[in-house]
């Protein structure tokens, strides 16, 4: 599992006391390149978080079709996570 929220990636975020962001898509899209080239090709689920109008969760799911055709659904049960849909495991 990949989570995007700032305080899994960078050490010392602490957000701003409400809620901790997700990182940018850009850097979003790169750290899951990284991970699936150097550490895990099996990437079955991603923590994306459910706040700034879901840009961070639809941004990767259309990314993860378009570029690797990998299709993510939202996790049934927590609507900030992406799981990768049973039909294209």
Same mark, same amino acid.
């Given at each position: 599992?990949?989570?995007?929220?700032?305080?899994?990636?960078?050490?010392?975020?602490?957000?701003?006391?409400?809620?901790?962001?997700?990182?940018?898509?850009? +850097?979003? &899209?790169?750290? !899951?390149?990284?991970?699936?080239?150097?550490? #895990?090709? /099996?990437?079955?689920? =991603?923590?994306?978080?459910?706040?700034?109008?879901?840009?961070?969760?639809?941004?990767?799911?259309? +990314?993860? &079709?378009?570029? !690797?055709?990998?299709?993510?659904?939202?996790? #049934?049960? /927590?609507?900030?996570? =992406?799981?990768?849909?049973?039909?294209?495991?």
């Amino acid at each position: 599992c990949i989570d995007l929220h700032m305080d899994k990636i960078f050490e010392g975020h602490s957000g701003d006391g409400t809620h901790i962001r997700g990182v940018p898509l850009a +850097f979003a &899209k790169l750290l !899951f390149c990284y991970h699936k080239k150097n550490n #895990e090709p /099996n990437i079955t689920s =991603i923590i994306t978080g459910y706040h700034g109008n879901n840009t961070l969760k639809n941004g990767m799911i259309s +990314f993860l &079709k378009n570029e !690797f055709g990998l299709e993510f659904i939202e996790d #049934e049960f /927590n609507s900030g996570m =992406i799981v990768l849909s049973e039909s294209t495991h």
